[in-house]
């Protein structure tokens, strides 16, 4: 018989052989455009900090005076003393940021999204997911008990299909990402609204990767669609999710939405009540990126350049990409040992480009992922473009 070990080991060996087994790089600078990793200097190009806040002067500045004022550490969880006055101002910021009654803080965006469908959903519910949702929202749908259904990836009139075939339900809950994390596309709210509504059911919208890079001020997905005429409030878009870990180069996330559904999260929601709130320090940084997003439309104008030069040179290089206008720009290769290939010939050349690999992706659509951040130097893009320039005759299907 097999020992624990063993067994670990062999599933281990089976992953080294499909080569999906993942390592971690150590850092050893702080996030930004120019890394070091473990030990060489490195131009990057996949991380999620596409505002350039993680290493912010103001940001870190905000942390330092909240570590003097607030101490390191929240003490407790919200509901017994853990809540401090820069959670208290940080939730009343965001809920005017997002045009909602109220919102809520949150440890992380993972937590966030177990929390509300967990707390929301039950076995007499149903609850329809964009197929290329964020694993945690998938996660939380599956873990909630509800009648678990996925609809084809921005596709409306699937979900309406499936919408119009449901039984009795008591609630009927339609989630979907904002800008989805691996193509970078964007939801097409208004038209999810209308067939939500039509059907009497609910709607999420995590914009974990929306929020702050798109929309004037920095308003995410949601802001986009209003600039071209939607009208978008918490009565027909009832929870929206959004996260610290991306745009405001920090971590943890919020919830959004009227005032019965934050207090229901407050009263029921247990991945909200059992932990400790983030550091009060963390949450005067967040306040401080909140601030940058809204008035800084320069880094996003910026990366809106850097985002059609790229398109338009993987043009030119009969490269597939994903229909994005986002920072997260995906460049299919489709076989994973070429995908990861394509990535170590990138780092040769000193720019850390990650491959993204199934599961994280359907199978036959290994990728590279390039985000870009509104801090890569002209200098520093035009590398990427040369180094893209030199290799992609190997990333061909065929060769
Ligand atoms: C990153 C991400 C999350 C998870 O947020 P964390 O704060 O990192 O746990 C959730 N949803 C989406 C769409 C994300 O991209």
């Known amino acids: 018989m097999k020992s624990f070990r063993q067994e670990l080991q062999s599933a281990l060996d089976e992953r080294k052989r499909s080569a999906l087994f993942r390592q971690r790089r150590t850092l050893f600078s702080p996030q930004g455009t120019e890394v070091i990793l473990d030990g060489e200097h490195v131009t990057s190009f996949c991380s999620n900090d596409y505002l350039g806040l993680a290493d912010h002067p103001d940001v870190v500045t905000a942390f330092h005076e909240g570590l003097d004022k607030f101490g390191a550490g929240s003490g407790a969880s919200h509901l017994v003393s ?54 945690s929202l998938l996660d939380g749908g599956l873990f909630s008990g509800a009648r678990f259904k996925r609809f084809a990836h921005l596709d409306t009139a699937d979900l309406e299909k499936k919408l119009s075939s449901l039984q009795d339900a008591r609630r009927k809950l339609v989630v979907a990402d904002g800008v989805f994390s691996m193509d970078g596309d964007i939801a097409p709210v208004p038209e999810l609204i209308r067939v939500t509504n039509e059907h009497d059911g609910l709607l999420m919208i995590d914009d974990a990767h929306g929020i702050g890079v798109l929309g004037r001020n920095g308003g995410g997905t949601i802001a986009h669609w209003q600039e071209q005429g939607a009208h978008i409030d918490e009565d027909n878009l009832q929870i929206l999710i959004g996260t610290f870990g991306k745009s405001f180069g920090a971590s943890g996330a919020f919830v959004a939405g009227s005032e019965e559904l934050i207090e229901t999260l407050i009263q029921f929601c247990r991945p909200y009540i059992y932990t400790t709130a983030i550091s009060p320090a963390q949450a005067e940084a967040i306040r401080t990126s909140l601030k940058i997003i809204q008035k800084d439309n320069w880094r996003r104008q910026y990366l809106a350049q850097l985002i059609s030069r790229f398109r338009a040179h993987c043009d030119d290089l009969g490269l597939t990409t994903m229909a994005s206008s986002t920072p997260i720009q995906a460049v299919v290769i489709g076989d994973v040992s070429k995908t990861v290939q394509a990535s170590e010939q990138l780092m040769q050349e000193g720019v850390f480009v990650s491959a993204i690999r199934p599961p994280t992706v359907p199978a036959g659509t290994a990728r590279l ?30 060769s």
């Not at 040369?386 to 299907?397: L, T």
């Open 82 to 135: 853990g809540h401090l006055v820069p959670h208290e101002a940080l939730e009343q910021e965001l809920a005017e940021f997002t045009y909602r009654s109220r919102a809520l803080v949150f440890s992380s965006g993972y937590m966030a999204n177990v929390g509300v469908l967990t707390t929301l959903l039950n076995n007499n519910d149903v609850v329809l997911e964009d197929r290329l949702n964020h694993a």
């Open 369 to 398: 992922r390039v985000t870009f951040s509104a801090l890569h130097t002209e200098t520093q893009f035009q590398k990427l473009l040369d180094v893209f320039e030199k290799y992609a005759h190997s990333w061909g299907k065929e």
